[in-house]
Structures are given as structure tokens and as C-alpha cells.
């Protein structure tokens, strides 16, 4: 796969702009490009795959910061793949500040399974492992299975990056936990598949483009929004109730601090609903019970990996 230098300057000399649809895989002539974060392999690439197809450009970026960044360039990408929340670990609030103070757009959703994998180099038994590579978080969702081992656990930054490393070192006694698309890029053995503890284990991750490039989606069922009252008594109650009555469904209703006040609260919601008018009218009814309200994005429920 090109190198992001080579995958931003041709996106500089081309105008892809992101199908908005889940099911949409992408013509050879018409690579779409996105910004994640983390490593190729690592699951933001699977995700973007899954959304748009095996032929998606990513652009690896260290920080979700940098994936609002790059996204937000037309010149550089045509959008971002970031997680979101997970549905053991929850939500990633820092995320949904940088998705507030940007000028990106929901258009669509992905759930994942997050499967972890040992990887190992061709060859390489389960008797010649003597270390295993992988993020903490990767390490601890396997531990049931790694405690049935005398192994030496190294965390490292990403679990892609491990795989990576021991693709590159060729390396004889060490395994890596990570996912099948790297050992698919890395040229690596799945010798042990689904070593993850808790099954059902979901990472969310929204879709983003520049609000200038983003484009109606067609049969969109559920939107996000952000709001926040005035605090008074009973403010937040009279808000949920114009939601209920409108016979939208609150999928998800995720507090967090306003910056810069004094113990003042925003609200994330989630709201999916059968028909568009549907949706503005009930935003309609809570503009007025609201200081101030701000639609990220109306798409399509994502469906789950």
C-alpha cells in the first residue's frame, strides 16, 4: 500500500468524494481515502474496509487529534473512520469533544467485532513462543487464554504495529495478538483465532467528512446530536419528553463537561427514527427547550461485523 505522502498527493490530484452508503464498495478508478488512527491492520482499517470497500486508502495517524485534522482537509482526504465507543470499555469522550469543535459531518456508522488473533511468523509453533506483543488493552481482553501459558507479555502501542514488528524482525519466539487483516498484510499465521475472553464485544466507529462535501443520505434512520439547557430544574426532563412524544427512540444520551464552565454539562444523544420529518420536528420542539443544539450528522444505523 502507498505511503501516506503518496496517498495525500494523490488525493491531492483527484476529486473522490465518499459514497455515502454502507453497502457501497469503491470502484478500482475511484479510491477513496481516510484518516484513522493507528496502524495498517489495526481495526479502524477494517472498519474502513467495511464501509467502503477492500480498495480504501488509509492515512495512519498517531492521534484521533490528527485524524480530525487531516479529515477536515479537503485537500488531504475525503474523510475519517473513528472509534467512538465500545460496548464494554464505553465511550471515548475526548473524541466526541474534537467531533464538536470540528467542522465534520456524520454520514455513517460501523459496529465491529473486535476478534483478537496470536500471530506468529510461518512456521512458528505454539512450543517456540517464549514472548507475546500486543496493546494492554488487547493483552488484558485475552488473559484467560494467556495464563494457560508461561509467556513473557510485552504492551506496545498498537496491536497492528505489533504484528508488524515481528513480520519485520522475522521473528522465531515471539507472538503478537492482533487482528486478521494483519496477519493477512503482514504475511502472518493465525495460530490461535478468537482468544479473546468476553465475546460481543463491539467497537462503534462513525464516519466523518467535511460538512462542505457531505451529502444527503438517502433512508438515513438515525442522527446524533449535541445539545445542552439552560440547568435549570427539570430542563433535561422536558427535553427527553419532546424525544419520547415524538416517538424517537434514545439510543444513547452521553453527558459530558462543557469546557470552560463551572460544572455545566452537554448532552450527546443518539436518536434513530422511522421518517426524516419525523426527526426535525421533534428538533424543531427542542431548539426551544434548549441554549443551544448542534446536529452532527443524519445517516444510517450501521449494522454489526
Not at 493507528?38 to 495517524?61: D, L, P, R, W
Not at 473512520?81 to 464494554?88: D, F, G, P, Y
Not at 465511550?91 to 464538536?100: E, F, G, M, T, V
Request: net charge negative.
Amino acid at each position: 500500500m502507498s505511503n501516506t505522502k503518496e496517498i495525500v498527493q494523490e488525493k491531492e490530484n483527484s476529486s473522490t468524494t465518499i459514497a455515502a452508503d454502507t453497502s457501497a464498495a469503491v470502484p478500482e478508478d475511484q479510491q477513496v481515502v481516510v484518516a484513522i488512527q493507528g496502524y495498517e491492520g489495526s481495526f479502524h482499517q477494517a472498519a474502513a474496509n467495511h464501509f467502503f470497500g477492500k480498495n480504501t486508502a488509509v492515512i495512519c495517524c498517531a492521534t484521533f487529534g490528527d485524524v480530525v485534522k487531516i479529515a477536515s482537509s479537503k485537500k488531504q482526504s475525503d474523510g475519517a473512520v473513528m472509534a467512538i465507543e465500545n460496548s464494554i470499555a464505553g465511550s471515548i469522550l475526548p473524541n466526541y469533544n474534537l467531533l464538536r469543535k470540528s467542522k465534520l459531518k456524520i454520514v455513517g456508522e460501523i459496529y465491529l467485532e473486535v476478534r483478537q488473533n496470536l500471530l506468529v511468523c510461518p512456521g512458528v509453533q505454539l512450543a517456540d513462543i517464549k514472548e507475546v506483543h500486543s496493546h494492554p488493552m488487547a493483552l488484558q481482553q485475552c488473559l484467560e487464554f494467556l495464563d494457560r501459558h508461561n509467556w513473557k507479555l510485552v504492551e506496545t502501542e498498537d496491536t497492528a504495529l505489533s504484528a508488524k514488528h515481528i513480520h519485520q524482525h522475522k521473528s522465531k519466539h515471539v507472538a503478537a495478538i492482533a487482528s486478521t487483516l494483519a496477519a493477512e498484510l503482514y504475511n502472518l499465521d493465525v495460530l490461535a483465532p478468537d482468544i479473546h475472553t468476553l465475546t460481543h464485544n463491539y467497537t462503534r466507529f462513525l464516519v466523518l467528512q467535511h460538512e462542505d462535501l457531505a451529502e444527503v443520505v438517502e433512508n438515513a434512520n438515525k442522527a446524533s446530536v449535541i445539545f445542552h439547557t439552560d440547568h435549570s430544574q427539570g430542563s433535561l426532563a422536558k427535553v427527553l419528553t419532546k424525544i419520547a412524544e415524538g416517538n424517537i427512540n434514545l439510543s444513547k444520551l452521553q453527558s459530558a463537561p462543557l469546557p470552560g464552565s463551572d460544572f455545566k454539562y452537554a448532552f450527546y444523544a443518539d436518536m434513530e427514527f422511522d421518517s426524516l420529518h419525523q426527526f426535525y420536528q421533534v428538533i424543531k420542539e427542542m431548539k426551544l427547550l434548549t441554549e443551544d443544539l448542534k446536529i452532527f450528522g443524519v445517516y444510517k444505523k450501521g449494522a454489526h461485523h
